[in-house]
């Protein structure tokens, strides 16, 4: 068998799984973000892992996964330029839930960056910096998984607003459920507060998204949630949810046919 024929095997889910899958995601659509989440560890197993950034919407679906499956893989990935709260806030959710949430980072030290890219690469190329320090430790982390699991809503942005709950990820070539997606702001903030989930105490000082610490302000009463990352610029994603998606389930047929997409 050739390399290329490899590689569209490899990069592609199997057969059967691609037809539970695209079931699920059809079945799912509208189900509660328990269930999707329980769908997702039966279906995947060891397979399957949880992105963090210690949002809202994060602890929120943390706790929900814990309940369903104590032993459920976490990551989150470690820019450097995190806010001591969120370090703590890692530190608290660990505790609370007897879990470890496993960092992902760059080789690449901030003076290491600075040496090679200038001072401030965060605003002088922003999609450069967050390449380096979000998007290649997210390959390590999603290597060899073959799904994963995020806390993305909707309505957060534009880009986001045709996410599903269940969907092949194109961009990395995997599973991606979204057990949140339908819910709003008000959704998070109620589950938080009914099941007392820790969370970043920056929420109460006017951060209602939190990023690193160069690309994020607080924002203005009335303000659009996101409008503090990467304020003043067009830039709204780091680039881990691919801005573009397909309305619907891609099947596994269709995936070899979009391969120049990616
Ligand atoms: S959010 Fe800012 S500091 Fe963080 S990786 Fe992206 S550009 Fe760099």
């Known amino acids: 068998m050739s390399q290329a024929v490899n590689e569209v095997v490899r990069l592609q889910p199997a057969a059967d799984e691609n037809d539970r899958v695209e079931t699920a995601a059809y079945l799912l ?9 329980r769908w997702a ?38 820019t450097g330029f995190l806010f ?28 290491q960056q600075e040496l ?4 401030k690469l965060w605003s002088t190329n922003p999609d450069l910096c967050c390449r380096l ?3 290649e430790p997210l390959k390590d982390a999603l290597y060899g998984r073959r799904a994963w699991i995020t806390a993305i809503r909707q309505d957060q942005t534009l880009e986001r607003s045709n996410a599903r709950v269940i969907e092949w990820d194109y961009q990395w070539r995997l599973v991606k459920i979204n057990p949140l997606v339908r819910w709003n702001k008000q959704q998070v903030w109620e589950y938080i507060a009914n099941n007392n989930v820790p969370f970043n105490p920056l929420h109460e000082r006017g951060y209602p998204s939190i990023g690193c610490t ?34 619907t389930f891609i099947s596994r047929t269709e995936m070899v046919g979009r391969r120049h997409l990616t």
């Open 29 to 37: 659509e509208e189900a509660a973000p328990e269930e999707a989440l």
């Open 41 to 78: 560890f039966d279906e995947f197993q060891e397979s399957v892992t949880i992105a963090t950034g210690f949002g809202a919407e994060g602890v929120a679906l943390i706790d929900m996964a814990v309940r369903i499956n104590p032993r459920a893989d976490v990551f989150f990935l470690d």
């Open 84 to 111: 001591p709260e969120t370090y703590d806030l890692r530190r608290r959710l660990e505790d609370r839930y007897q879990i470890e949430i496993r960092a992902f980072k760059t080789d690449i030290t901030p003076e």
């Open 116 to 119: 090679r890219f200038g001072s």
């Open 133 to 135: 320090r979000k998007l």
């Open 214 to 247: 160069h690309c994020t302000q607080p924002v203005g009463e009335g303000e659009d949630e996101r409008s503090g990352r990467w304020s003043g610029r067009a830039k709204k994603e780091c680039g881990m949810h691919a801005p573009v998606r397909p309305t």
